[in-house]
């Protein structure tokens, strides 16, 4: 036996930056605060799958795709035979060949579907303009987004665990060759780059790198929120004038159009006090309200609003008795309301960054220091 080189730095670098990537994007998304790291990382994923899947068509011996083993016999054979010897491969046996290319296949799914979710739900990124009245219900491409992160997490497991039998059962040497680039050869099978193939393999890495520092670091057409903030006071006088003398200003996506109604018929007992206006001005801020009611919003807040109230007769006029509010804030120390700085759980605004201005995303929650 010899040592022959078999992957290229760029190879292993890439195989590299597909794990980190993907391992911070999964472990990220579990963090509504940090959405925008979870799809710049994800996005930075499916540039260095581009050029990996390029790379199987313009690289060298055995990073090449049609030097991979696709035979369902041998991919059988190996399956099979876990934990005996069986047929060596230079360059990828069966079962990586598959679990290559199915994760491939699966990466651009999730990544795609993934921009799908932060378009039509937050408003942000290439897909911003499908977050619209008509696409707003589809929550199912959340849920398909999600299984395919799952399955991926689930082909990468199974190849690893391949790979740990490869090792220590069968005594292989894949896992060595994929950090030193040699491998184990019956006789010399050392791969050579051409200049090509050395040029396009320096722009691959300098690319994939430079991704990352792009999509996090600058407001890009990938993560750019198309959410708009919101001057009441130019909007709607009145609204600001009346309401905002007492209280902050309250988004009116936040409540359906019912709930509205019943409030403006009742200031006179508005939350124990007497808001009454006169009626023309009522009747103004009223339609105002109905026009940017919940039924009327394209914010994923608004959706959730209206989807927990089920019984569409509710007559909820607190934002924070909505099953949605109550579901979102269940976590939260009860403390953190009676907090000086907080003071009821009605002061959204202490929390919640240009509240005031209709601005209600996860990236703009800042609790006040020393509460969580």
């Known amino acids: 036996m010899t040592k022959s080189y078999i992957w290229p730095l760029a190879t292993r670098f890439a195989h590299v930056l597909l794990i980190l990537f993907f391992s911070i994007s999964y472990l990220l998304g579990d963090f509504e605060d940090l959405l925008n790291l979870h799809v710049a990382f994800g996005l930075a994923l499916g540039v260095v799958l581009f050029f990996r899947v390029l790379w199987g068509f313009i690289g060298p011996e055995h990073s090449r795709f049609s030097d991979f083993n696709f035979s369902l016999n041998d ?117 050579r780059l051409n200049i090509f193939q050395k040029l396009f393999a320096f722009i691959w890495i300098a690319l994939s790198l430079f991704s990352l520092y792009y999509l996090i670091a600058t407001n890009n057409i990938f993560v750019t929120n198309h959410n708009v903030k919101q001057d009441y006071a130019a909007l709607h006088s009145d609204f600001v004038d009346e309401c905002a003398s007492c209280h902050i200003i309250y988004p009116p996506y936040l409540l359906p159009k019912k709930s509205w109604e019943v409030m403006m018929k009742d200031l006179e007992n508005h939350f124990g006090d007497d808001a009454s206006i006169d009626d023309m001005t009522n009747i103004s801020i009223l339609k105002f309200l109905e026009k940017n009611s919940a039924e009327n919003s394209t914010h994923q807040a608004a959706l959730g609003v209206l989807k927990s109230l089920k019984d569409k007769n509710d007559t909820i006029i607190a934002i924070s008795k909505t099953p949605y509010w109550v579901e979102l804030h269940k976590d939260i120390d009860k403390k953190v309301f009676k907090d000086e700085r907080v003071k009821s759980v009605a002061n959204c605004a202490a929390c919640h960054i240009d509240f005031e201005k209709g601005m209600l995303e996860n990236s703009l929650i800042k609790m006040p220091k020393g509460l969580k």
């Open 75 to 191: 991919l059988k054979e190996y399956m099979l035979n876990p934990f005996s010897k069986t047929k060596e491969y230079i360059g990828h046996n069966p079962a990586s060949s598959w679990a290559i290319v199915s994760m491939f296949i699966i990466g651009f799914l999730t990544i795609i579907s993934g921009l799908l979710v932060y378009g039509i739900q937050e408003n942000h990124g290439i897909f911003a303009y499908l977050h619209n009245g008509f696409f707003r219900d589809m929550e199912f491409i959340e849920d398909i987004h999600e299984l395919l992160s799952n399955l991926f997490v689930a082909i990468i497991a199974v190849h690893i665990a391949g790979s740990m039998i490869d090792k220590f059962v069968k005594k292989g040497d894949a896992i060595d060759s994929m950090i030193s680039g040699y491998k184990k050869t019956e006789k010399k099978a050392d791969i």
